[in-house]
């Protein structure tokens, strides 16, 4: 987002509506090739996530709700890392400069870089006659060689998860229409299903927590069940998980006992943007105390075992549930 050229239309549309975000001195007003982020002992942790319209958003989604997205699932994976929020950079792909779709897109994005004390470093803006396309990269500090990897977990240690599962699919599925769409009668749950899909809630305040007592850690965002096999897939280890313990809103849970949806579907559904981790058992008491002080709920689904399965998921009557697919794939 450089800009000591001559002025053009690129210029002129960071100008007016991303110069006023980048308040950080390393960004240097966005006139410069370049931002700096300024080394204090930290490693710096780096996640980028790209999101495109029609496959992570709808086309009619409102533009605030794709700004906060874009940033929230990145700051969502620093805070599986255990990092804080240092500052982003932004690649924007536009099919024409609206004001009137990028006015409440900067200033949503403004507002949540302050709220997560994540300031805009810098970043790029091309037009496309394709969809649109948001990608943030998002940098993080933790202690020297505190982040926590996908790769820790043990045998005997018990699976942890922030918050809910399944409601952004629900909300998506809201969207999309169809029998999910007539179930949801309730407009306070259809509304508060919606938002978990289009405005996720990063568990930033989960970071140094996690960092203090997770072995291992990332973020859902392609579905819970593919998630942790993919964790327990780099940690070389299984895990057995109670599905009557996976934590669900009560909008979910009312879908799933009037038959609109199987629990299947919602273990498997993207865009949760909660913590997935394991502890030893030792520690996982005061970490789900600490998750509460801050704020956010944590349960308790399940036991890493040996071994190089799949991860089993068992109902109430102690019988294995086969899942048709884990997660979400791009290809």
């Known amino acids: 987002m450089a800009s000591g050229k001559p002025a053009s239309g690129e210029d002129a549309l960071i100008a007016r509506y991303f110069r006023p975000l980048a308040t950080e001195p390393g960004a240097f007003g966005l006139d410069d090739d370049a931002a700096a982020l300024k080394p204090n002992g930290d490693d710096v942790v780096v996640t980028t996530d790209a999101i495109v319209e029609g496959v992570h958003f709808l086309p009619d989604d409102p533009p605030d709700t794709v700004a906060r997205k874009a940033l929230r ?6 805070a599986a890392k255990g990092a804080t929020p240092a500052g982003f950079v932004l690649t924007l792909a536009l099919r024409s400069a609206d004001d009137a779709w990028l006015r409440p897109f900067a ?9 997560f004390n994540c300031p805009l470093l810098g970043g790029d803006t091309v037009s496309t006659p394709g969809p649109l396309m948001v990608s943030v990269t998002a940098f993080g500090r933790v202690p020297p060689g505190k982040m926590v990897h996908r790769s820790g977990a043990k045998p005997g240690e018990r699976v942890m998860v922030t918050g809910t599962i399944g409601d952004a699919a629900l909300g998506l599925a809201i969207l999309k229409g169809g029998k999910v769409h007539a179930a949801a009668a309730d407009i306070a749950a259809r509304d508060a299903l919606i938002g978990r899909y289009r405005v996720p809630q990063p568990r930033v305040a989960m970071a140094e927590i996690v960092r203090g007592g997770a072995s291992a850690a990332m973020d859902v ?4 069940a593919g998630d942790l096999a993919k ?3 780099v940690s070389g280890v299984s895990a057995v998980i109670d599905l009557e313990s996976i934590p669900l809103s009560g909008a979910a849970r009312d879908l799933v006992s009037r038959g609109v949806v199987g629990l299947e579907t919602l273990i498997a559904g993207g865009d949760d943007y909660e913590i997935l981790c394991t502890l ?7 970490f789900a105390q ?15 075992v040996a071994g190089s399965a799949v991860p089993k998921f068992i109902d109430g009557q102690g019988r294995e549930i086969a899942l048709e697919r884990l997660s979400y794939s791009h290809f």
């Open 107 to 115: 200033a949503a994005l403004g507002e949540d870089a302050t709220q």
């Open 290 to 304: 600490a998750a509460r002080h801050a704020g956010i709920a944590v349960s308790s689904i399940g036991t890493v």
């Open 280 to 286: 030893p058992q030792d520690r996982a008491e005061a």
């Open 231 to 233: 964790l327990c897939g």
């Open 73 to 78: 699932a990145n700051l969502s994976d620093l």
């Open 221 to 224: 965002s392609d579905g819970l």
